[in-house]
């Protein structure tokens, strides 16, 4: 790894941002494969600008990195991404997106037909999945976006109908799919033990309250059973909240004979503190054990994504005639920004599920001669704990300011030179929480070029 750090730290920026050609580290100037075009499959980390249209180009977006030619600025800044660096390496034209639209919301511009490209093949579009077409930012979702998100299996399928069902052999494809399943899994389930979090939070916090309220009644039980019945009529209403049915039960409470007093704010005060602090801790419990118990199931679940993508790549790709199919497989996702914002038993379920994910792809493709699997986890995970090598100085942070009034979309997908954090941000990783910057983008250009000289493939 030390000779590969070195190797990248020592390239010249102008050799992959440019206009082509190899890269002079790599020895042999000439290309060992002629490659006739470049195919791309994948999501937002290779998308070319899908969702370039209405509201996201006219904020001067389209691509999840930093937008935009600002080399003016500092000439990492070039706005692209490693599939477009790539395109560039082998000498070809840069990559133009497949598809491009939006199907969310008109009404902020988010509603644009679904429009093919003839001759574009940069398939991959932000929130794609592997085989579920519902990903992140999808509408389905309630984004307003609209984010299309076509599938690889779709992609790739759409694909061999414009070229009449058939690669013709010469083509480098380019594969790099998998994190949005893990994103989509996360967040499922991160909506899912909060929810069976409010509700052991909720119930704790009535069992503790109606308990300390009806103690002071001449008959307990009774009471009980009458501040219960209005906590229940007061949930039950609209717009009800821990307030009103708070409320609800103190009152049902001061009526209970003897238990006047617990009208007092001075009375009930406390008891309120009490039952809260009981329900927050059923609650943290609740949502944990839930997670817990389910995180094996996401697991298996990007375990098959990776069998799934397998498949593709064997019966779709290199059935269909594909002779040189690169497969990156998932980044280091537990030390985005995104992902170090997790406690650790998240950041161990992340990091489960990602290496599921890529030991299906390494076990499923290692003996297969038409397939490169490049190890883009290693050398990810290498740059978060090791960055100076290679030359990043911020490997923790985004780039792009996510702020509401700078970005209103928080994401990467409208960052441009614009909306930028104060400083120079040109060698930092990451763009927003999961996406890289362009210069990350080239650090992946030129490992994935390594591989390929490696193979004898370039």
Avoid at 300 to 325: D, H, P, S
Avoid at 361 to 377: H, I, Q, Y
Avoid at 385 to 395: A, D, E, S
Avoid at 448 to 457: F, I, L, P, Q, Y
Wanted: net charge neutral; hydrophobic share 40%; proline share 4%.
């Amino acid at each position: 790894m030390r000779h590969t750090k070195l190797a990248l730290a020592a390239m010249t920026l102008a050799v992959l941002a440019g206009c082509g050609g190899t890269d002079p580290a790599a020895g042999d100037q000439t290309t060992k494969v002629k490659y006739s075009a470049q195919v791309s499959f994948g999501d937002s980390l290779s998308d070319v600008g899908s969702y370039a249209v209405g509201t996201v180009a006219a904020l001067k977006g389209g691509k999840f990195t930093i937008n935009g030619n600002n080399t003016s600025v500092n000439e990492t800044l070039t706005g692209k991404n490693w599939t477009e660096l790539t395109a560039a390496q082998i000498g070809l034209a840069a990559p133009c997106a497949a598809v491009t639209g939006l199907d969310g919301n008109a009404a902020q511009g988010f509603s644009v037909p679904a429009t093919p490209h003839a001759g574009c093949y940069g398939y991959a579009m932000g929130g794609s999945r592997v085989t579920n077409p519902i990903g992140p930012s999808h509408k389905a979702t309630g984004s307003a976006l609209g984010a299309l998100t076509y599938p690889v299996v779709t992609q790739i399928a759409n694909h061999l109908k414009a070229v009449g069902g058939k690669f013709k052999g010469d083509e480098l494809v380019l594969v790099m799919a998998g994190g949005n399943d893990a994103l989509f899994q996360l967040g499922a389930l991160s909506s899912a033990a909060t929810t069976a979090g409010t509700t052991a939070g909720n119930t704790a916090y009535l069992t503790s309250l109606i308990g300390q309220l009806a103690a002071g009644a001449t008959n307990p039980v009774t009471a009980a059973g009458a501040i219960g019945a209005a906590a229940q009529t007061a949930a039950a209403q609209s717009g009800a909240t821990q307030t009103t049915i708070t409320q609800a039960a103190v009152g049902a409470a001061a009526v209970q004979p003897g238990n006047s007093a617990v009208a007092s704010p001075a009375v009930y005060g406390p008891m309120v503190t009490k039952a809260t602090a009981a329900g927050t801790a059923a609650g943290q419990k609740a949502g944990a054990d839930y997670a817990t118990a389910h995180g094996p199931e996401l697991v298996a679940a990007m375990g098959q994504a990776g069998t799934e993508l397998v498949a593709l790549v064997k019966n779709q790709l290199i059935a269909n005639g594909a002779n040189y199919v690169v497969v990156n497989n998932l980044p280091d996702v537990a030390t985005t920004p995104s992902g170090r914002t997790k406690d650790a038993s998240t950041q161990a379920l992340i990091n489960a599920m990602v290496n599921a994910f890529n030991s299906a792809l390494s076990t499923g493709l290692a003996s297969e001669p038409k397939v490169l699997v490049v190890d883009v986890f290693a050398v990810s995970h290498d740059q978060a704990t090791n960055p100076g090598p290679y030359g990043l100085t911020n490997v923790s942070e985004t780039a792009c300011d996510l702020s509401t009034t700078k970005n209103p979309l928080g994401s990467s997908l409208v960052c441009n030179a614009s909306n930028l954090k104060t400083g120079d941000v040109s060698h930092w990783s990451f763009a927003d929480d999961v996406h890289p910057t362009p210069y990350n983008n080239l650090l992946l250009a030129r490992y994935v070029s390594k591989a390929m000289v490696t193979k004898g493939w370039l």
